[in-house]
């Protein structure tokens, strides 16, 4: 069975400090790692995916087979960043897209 | 570009009332899902429509869930009669027939049943 594993529901970090959401996951075969934000009074979006390799907001995430990892990485904490997280998984290609998510991480950047 | 829409935002029922929820996707978008949010849980997959076709419906919860999608056009997720542990965030998502995997969400109906 597939699952995504969030081990943090809460996290609160100072502005300026780095911050690291972790995301664990069991799936098999070959997965595609995403991660996923809501802003207060927004709607879920997609933030970054594995695949891209590419960084977002200053967000980076690195997708570690062997320890089934991918966490959401930034160096330097903005209040803006304050949001949840999800991490979210899927098949890495068709065209059924369904998502299994996490249950998310509320992020907190504190002045 | 309007993005998914849904109603309502907010529906508040007694046990064992009828509520429908609905979702417009992104135009042209062939696949769309329906996800749930119960407080502090994860968000679960519900279904799944390729046009007006039922992809995947393993994750509906019981026969009390019953969604459609007439048309391939908008969706409705219809409970009856709603329970308690039914309260929750309904969420809707999109995406186009070749998707590179992004979902796109509506701001989600919440459904409160007392």
């Known amino acids: 069975a597939q699952r995504v594993t969030q081990p943090e529901k809460l996290l609160s970090v100072f502005k300026g400090a780095p911050v690291e959401l972790k995301c664990n996951y069991s799936?098999?075969?070959?997965?595609?790692l995403f991660w996923y934000v809501q802003y207060s009074r927004q709607r879920l979006q997609l933030l970054l995916r594995?695949?891209s390799r590419e960084s977002i907001k200053g967000f980076t995430a690195d997708l570690n087979k062997g320890e089934t990892s991918f966490h959401l990485k930034k160096p330097f904490a903005q209040e803006e960043d304050s949001a949840m997280y999800y991490c979210?998984?899927?098949?890495?290609?068709?065209?059924?897209?369904?998502?299994?998510f996490g249950s998310g991480t509320q992020l907190t950047v504190l002045p | 570009e309007a993005g998914v829409t849904q109603f309502p935002s907010h529906s508040v029922i007694e046990k064992g009332q009828t509520v429908t929820l609905r979702c417009d996707p992104i135009?042209?978008?062939?696949?769309l899902y329906w996800y749930r949010r119960v407080m502090g849980k994860e968000i679960k997959f519900l279904l799944h429509?390729?046009?007006?076709?039922?992809?995947?419906e393993s994750g509906m919860p019981n026969n009390r869930f019953l969604a459609e999608r007439t048309g391939g056009t908008y969706s409705t997720l219809k409970v009856q009669p709603a329970e308690l542990e039914d309260s929750g965030v309904y969420f809707c998502?999109?995406?186009?027939?070749?998707?590179?995997?992004?979902?796109?969400f509506g701001e989600g109906s919440r459904l409160t049943v007392l």
């Open positions: 998502a999109s995406s186009p027939r070749i998707s590179g995997g992004e979902l796109f």
């Open positions: 594995h695949i």
């Open positions: 799936y098999s075969g070959s997965p595609e």
């Open positions: 979210a998984l899927g098949p890495l290609s068709g065209s059924a897209r369904q998502l299994t």
């Open positions: 429509f390729v046009k007006e076709s039922k992809q995947d």
């Open positions: 135009s042209g978008h062939d696949n």
